[in-house]
């Protein structure tokens, strides 16, 4: 150390290596909130290409967000093995997998396809999401770390208001509607479908390629992150599940990601409905983007009206706004449905991580057990939608907006709960 100066080369060359650390990060965050965005224009997509109801559709998300309840714990007992960006370097390699694997999707026109190449795209998201998220906590002073996850929280905002125009250009701009297929024979249909599928190849291989970049830089600076501190502890695990505000925020996360999935996975299919707005496809798609878009400017409010206001309360407030959007959206028609629907992304835009800080609020060295635990309640994202298209099939998307608008009901539930301090931090037992 230079004393004359107070110069440290090492402590300088340390920061350094968090800024390298922080940037890859942000990387990371923008890669799958990018990738997770996307099952939002493939949706009518597929809906059109194989003649889906709802439900059938909907079983998209149900084999994406599948994938987090399966994976998530396999993903954490990886990342103490491997360490974080090893696990990443895994992640991405899974990710660009699922992506390449949409070219054989679409040369076999078959619908089971795309929802296995989703699942694989699906689980490396997960591994990478599940590293990436204390990688961000760690790689700098812990005084700073929640000031560092905003940050990633916001490129991962930028990706999801990106990605919609991405999907509109590439998967819409043909449009979605398909030539009368009853003349068809069997093999004529499946040619069609062959050759409609191909916009899906060309985009996803270019996806793939960027991922494989990112995953050879992960593998290069491998050795500047820190290791995990966190071991999964199955006793830790027992001991979370009898404590009452975690599950309830395990149930409110699943809620919570189902009526996010929900909406937007309708959106496009809505606002093209003759009874909404009556546009295009690509036209509908792009405007997608304004309800992710919300959510980011959501974040950037809330970060300022969080530090001021007591987070239950503010979660309650934004959960009555977003179920009474959804019911407005559902009772109208026209712009007015259309833009009390979009505008339910600003107000989604705290929900998940302040159920997230309030759910581990007082856990100290569980806080890691927990937030395995939470994660799992993504799982939402599978299953709320199949409900929501099994509503849409028996009596139309405007009356599907109700089950997220009954989701948000006990968002706001929870959030009474905790900002009254009904449900206690404690946890029982030494």
């Not at 998300?61 to 998530?72: E, V």
């Not at 991405?92 to 190449?117: D, S």
């Not at 409900?387 to 009901?409: E, F, K, M, N, Q």
């Amino acid at each position: 150390m230079d004393i004359s100066s107070g110069f440290d080369p090492s402590v300088a060359r340390h920061r350094q290596n968090d800024r390298k650390l922080v940037g890859l990060v942000m990387s990371l965050f923008f890669s799958f909130g990018f990738c997770t965005v996307l099952v939002d224009s493939i949706i009518p997509k597929l809906k059109a290409l194989f003649a889906l109801n709802y439900t059938e559709v909907m079983l998209t998300q149900f084999c994406f967000f599948g994938a987090y309840f399966i994976i998530s714990m396999p993903a954490a007992w990886l990342i103490s093995r491997l360490g974080y960006l090893q696990s990443v370097v895994a992640g991405l390699g899974l990710m660009a997998i699922g992506c390449l694997l949409f070219t054989p999707a679409a040369k076999l026109g078959l619908y089971p396809a795309f929802l296995g190449a989703l699942f694989i795209l699906a689980s490396g998201i997960t591994i990478v999401q599940v590293a990436a998220n204390p990688l961000a906590a760690e790689a700098g002073d812990p005084a700073t770390a929640s000031s560092r996850l905003t940050l990633a929280q916001a490129f991962n905002s930028v990706a999801t208001m990106v990605g919609p125009f991405f999907g509109a250009y590439f998967f819409l701009r043909s449009g979605v509607a398909l030539p009368d297929t009853t003349a068809l024979s069997p093999g004529a249909l499946a040619l069609l479908r062959q050759t409609r599928a191909q916009v899906f190849e060309i985009p996803f291989i270019g996806i793939a390629l960027f991922l494989l970049i990112v995953a050879a830089v992960c593998f290069a600076v491998r050795s500047l992150a820190p290791e995990p501190r966190h071991n999964p502890n199955g006793a830790a695990y027992l001991k979370l599940l009898g404590h009452p505000r975690l599950m309830l925020g395990v149930l409110s996360i699943f809620t919570y990601v189902g009526a996010e999935v929900s909406i937007g996975s309708t959106m496009i299919n809505y606002l093209m409905q003759r009874s909404t707005l009556g546009v295009a496809a690509a036209v509908a798609g792009s405007m997608v983007s304004l309800y992710w878009g919300g959510a980011m400017c959501g974040r950037f409010i809330g970060s300022y009206v969080l530090a001021r206001l007591t987070p239950g309360f503010v979660l309650m407030g934004c959960a009555i706004g977003a179920g009474a959007l959804a019911v407005l959206s559902s009772s109208s028609a026209g712009v007015l449905a259309a833009y009390s629907v979009i505008a339910i992304g600003l107000c989604n835009s705290i929900m998940f991580p302040t159920v997230f800080t309030l759910a581990i609020e007082g856990l100290g060295d569980l806080a890691a057990s927990a937030s395995g635990l939470l994660c799992l309640g993504i799982v939402g994202g599978a299953i709320v939608p199949l409900i929501t298209g099994a509503v849409a099939d028996r009596a139309g998307l405007s009356t599907a907006l109700l089950v997220p608008a009954v989701c948000y009901v006990w968002l706001a539930t929870y959030g009474f709960l905790t900002g009254r301090k009904i449900l206690s931090t404690e946890i029982a037992g030494p």
